[in-house]
């Protein structure tokens, strides 16, 4: 199984910042990563496919980047509504895997 | 717009199978163009993939699971289902079922889920 290791797993920030999440596979996934953003209570919703691609939808605050074992999530510039739990998710092979989650909570 | 719907049994016993029926509202699961999934996320915890059917009767099982696991395809009723045999205390989670492609080539993960249920497994 292909692993998949998030950082951090918690992170604080304030309405306005730049964060980044990181992801790492365990072997190589090229582009095949999909990241999603869950609320208490709800399911996860697609932010980003094929690494780097904005699901329809999406605000163009969030970008994806990376290729091979290493990559990123951005939020350019945090909105109220956007503190959630952050998963990647690696789809170049079975079984599909998760990462552990980053947890973005309001400063 | 196609919506999921998850239902089954919010309780069910160790040793017994969590059976749960995932229902296509507003379009139709016989598409060659996805498999349908389900992941189950226990309390406080992350995302476990469980496996996924492709409306021919194509299956991926996760190799954790896959002993344990069944999953079926009813075109007929547009649904899917899950039966998980055996269960423990550890299989107590919220159950999703899902969308992804059947060929993730060109675009790829989960882009349409249930509300999920929660599944308890208690005496």
């Known amino acids: 199984d292909i692993q998949m290791t998030q950082s951090p797993s918690a992170l604080s920030a304030s309405v306005g910042d730049r964060v980044t999440i990181t992801c790492r596979a365990s072997q190589s996934i090229s582009s095949w990563l999909a990241w999603y953003q869950q609320k208490p209570g709800k399911a996860p919703k697609l932010l980003i496919y094929?690494?780097?691609s904005l699901e329809s939808g999406v605000p163009s605050r969030f970008s994806g980047s990376g290729f091979g074992t290493e990559f990123t999530l951005t939020i350019s510039s945090l909105q109220p509504d956007d503190f959630a739990t952050f998963y990647c998710q690696q789809y170049g092979s079975y079984p599909r895997t998760f990462g552990q989650g980053t947890k973005l909570e309001i400063k | 717009q196609l919506q999921l719907q998850e239902s089954g049994p919010g309780l069910v016993k160790p040793s017994e199978t969590l059976s749960l029926t995932c229902t296509g509202s507003?379009?139709?699961?016989?598409?060659?163009?996805?498999?349908w999934g389900w992941i189950r996320q226990p309390p406080g915890k992350g995302l476990e993939w469980i496996g996924s059917?492709?409306?021919?009767?194509?299956?991926q099982y996760n190799p954790s699971l896959k002993s344990r696991v069944v999953i079926s395809v009813d075109t007929s009723t547009n649904q899917f289902s899950l039966r998980l045999s055996s269960v423990t205390a550890a299989d107590t989670a919220v159950y999703y079922c899902a969308r992804h492609l059947f060929s993730e080539a060109a675009r790829g993960g989960f882009n349409l889920w249930g509300q999920g249920t929660l599944v308890t497994v208690s005496s």
């Open positions: 059917i492709h409306y021919s009767g194509i299956t």
């Open positions: 507003g379009g139709s699961i016989s598409t060659i163009d996805y498999y």
């Open positions: 094929k690494a780097s």
